[in-house]
């Protein structure tokens, strides 16, 4: 197969969301002939694969979705906070992420159009000394990460006579490239996630830079909260979301609708039937109990965590494909196991159980990292309702048409379950 035949080969499977096993079943040959098709090797793919390939990926893409309002996908991972803003009639028109794995699974769920201009680029920096290649949007999502902030603080610097902002405070942090894309474009709105400890950091005075930069420098209205999953998964993980807004905004985060009964437990997310391959191997078991008993006795509480069908589990992290010692399903009879991708799925609230619409077209390795890194999507999405009729107010005020997501609630706004 010739060179060019390779890339438009490549570039369907990857439009379509799918993996070398799926396009070997969709077009009737082995996964092998699949790979040699990707690689450029053997004979000339036959047309009416291409086209049948080319049918697929124009079938799963979202052609049809209305302008709505315009936000973009920063340092996006999975796609968790972009889900719940495409559900309230949001349009992503640009995303960065630079995990080649994360871009994989992002795009495989993520379809676009071969005539759509959105942008899936990895580093983010070369745009942020550019801001101008970067869209416009109404709503900038980012979970950025928390590097060090290397700060004295804006006091001792003005005592100093030293240059503070954060131009100074912040830069060579990933923070500073998202202040400048902030500052160059003004969207109306942002949401912004991270760790619960990002209010500790360097004590307290990293958070104290992130807020100084947003709401003095950037002149942003920034409301904040710390929001425990365990209400929506059964999971307990607690982040630390930021929403923002260029002009004032009755935004009131005890307004944040909860569900209502019981939190759910493991029991919701579970498969009753599991892999062999997820069972702890008897020497990985073993080295486990050894090594919780030498920090028992040290005093620690190190170690692996048992958890049962009515239980709720620790917070799942990018390690878990390590030994999965964080949470360990017990087995009547068996050694433990680790969660399944798809249960991991389904913690992190990317698809309900008993549905497998949420594409896993990387390795249990892979999929274990992006999970453990991923937002909790309920609870995006319970933040994407709180901020939806902020939004439709500023689209309203702009003169522009309110997608059919943000009508009816701008309207009648539904009543929320205060927290």
């Given amino acids: 197969m010739d060179a060019s035949g390779a890339i438009e080969f490549s570039e369907l499977m990857t439009r379509a969301g799918l993996s070398i096993s799926e396009a070997a079943e969709l077009l009737d040959v082995n ?6 098709y990707i690689n450029g ?29 315009r936000f973009i996908d920063l340092f996006a991972g999975i796609g968790g906070l972009r ?14 992420e630079w995990d080649r794995f994360s871009k994989q699974t992002y795009t495989a769920n993520f379809p676009e159009p071969a005539d759509s201009d959105h942008e899936l680029v990895g580093d983010i920096r070369p745009y942020a000394e550019k801001p101008e290649t970067v869209p416009s949007h109404d709503v ?6 928390c590097q060090p902030f290397s700060i004295a603080g804006v006091s001792k610097k003005n005592a100093l006579g030293h240059p503070h902002g954060f131009l100074c405070d912040t830069q060579g942090t990933l923070f500073y490239d998202l202040a400048k894309i902030i500052k160059h474009h003004r969207p109306p709105a942002f949401l912004l996630e991270n760790v619960k400890n990002l209010k500790r950091h360097d004590g307290g005075r990293t958070f ?21 999953s365990s209400p929506w998964v059964p999971q307990k993980r607690e982040r630390i979301f930021m929403v923002g807004f260029r002009e004032r905004a009755r935004f009131d985060f ?68 390590k030994d999965g010692s964080e949470i360990l399903i017990k087995q009547k009879g068996r050694r433990p196991r680790r969660l399944t991708p798809r249960e991991c799925a389904r913690l992190m609230g990317f698809e309900k159980p008993g549905e ?22 309920p609870v995006v999405r319970a933040v994407a309702q709180l901020m939806k009729p902020h939004i439709a107010e500023f689209l ?3 003169g522009r048409e309110l997608p059919s997501a943000l009508q009816y609630d701008f309207l009648f706004p539904e009543p929320s379950v205060a927290i």
């Avoid at 889900?83 to 960065?96: A, H, K, N, Y």
């Avoid at 900038?140 to 990460?145: D, H, I, V």
Wanted: charged share 30%; glycine share 8%.
């Fill in 396 to 398: 309203a005020r702009d």
């Fill in 140 to 145: 900038l999502l980012a979970g950025f990460p």
């Fill in 356 to 377: 497998t619409e949420f594409r896993i077209p990387v390795s249990d390795t892979q999929a274990y990292r992006q999970f453990g890194n991923a937002v909790v999507v």
């Fill in 208 to 228: 104290a830079t992130i807020m100084h930069v947003l709401e003095s420098e950037l002149g942003y209205s920034v409301s904040t909260r710390v929001v425990d």
């Fill in 41 to 69: 090797e053997g004979r000339r793919i036959d047309r009416l694969k291409i086209e049948k390939l080319c049918e697929i990926a124009n079938g799963r893409c979202r052609s049809d979705r209305a302008e709505g309002f």
């Fill in 83 to 96: 889900l719940p803003f495409e559900e309230i009639g949001g349009r992503c028109v640009f995303t960065s």
């Fill in 31 to 36: 996964p092998r002939t699949v790979r040699r």
């Fill in 254 to 321: 005890d307004e944040m609708a909860m569900p209502s009964g019981p939190d759910p437990t493991l029991q919701a997310i579970l498969d009753t039937e599991v892999d062999s391959k997820y069972t702890l191997t008897k020497h990985l078991w073993k080295y486990l109990q050894d090594y919780k008993k030498k920090h028992r006795r040290a005093g620690n509480g190190f170690g692996y965590s048992l958890f049962g069908p009515d239980d709720v589990a620790r917070t799942l992290s990018a390690r878990y494909y």
